[in-house]
């Protein structure tokens, strides 16, 4: 798998557009805009939180895995 960065709020291009389109794909309510803001944050935490996901709201290799189902 490749290896996706790190994000956090406040990161902004490609790869949060990425992971934007993927949570809204899944059902997720969220703004595909590239900018990680609240609603990314919310539909992320909830991400997380459904899948078992444990520490801060970021998405991480463990959250990337998850998003594309590895």
């Not at 990161?11 to 703004?31: E, T, W």
């Not at 944050?41 to 463990?62: N, S």
């Amino acid at each position: 798998m490749e290896t996706f960065p790190i994000l956090e709020i406040g990161d902004n291009g490609l790869f949060v557009y990425i992971m934007q389109a993927v949570l809204k794909y899944r059902g997720y309510s969220v703004s595909i805009n590239g900018a990680f803001e609240m609603s990314t944050f919310a539909a992320l935490k909830a991400f997380r939180r459904e899948h078992y996901i444990e520490g801060d709201t970021i998405c991480d290799d463990i959250t990337w895995k998850a998003l594309f189902n590895y």
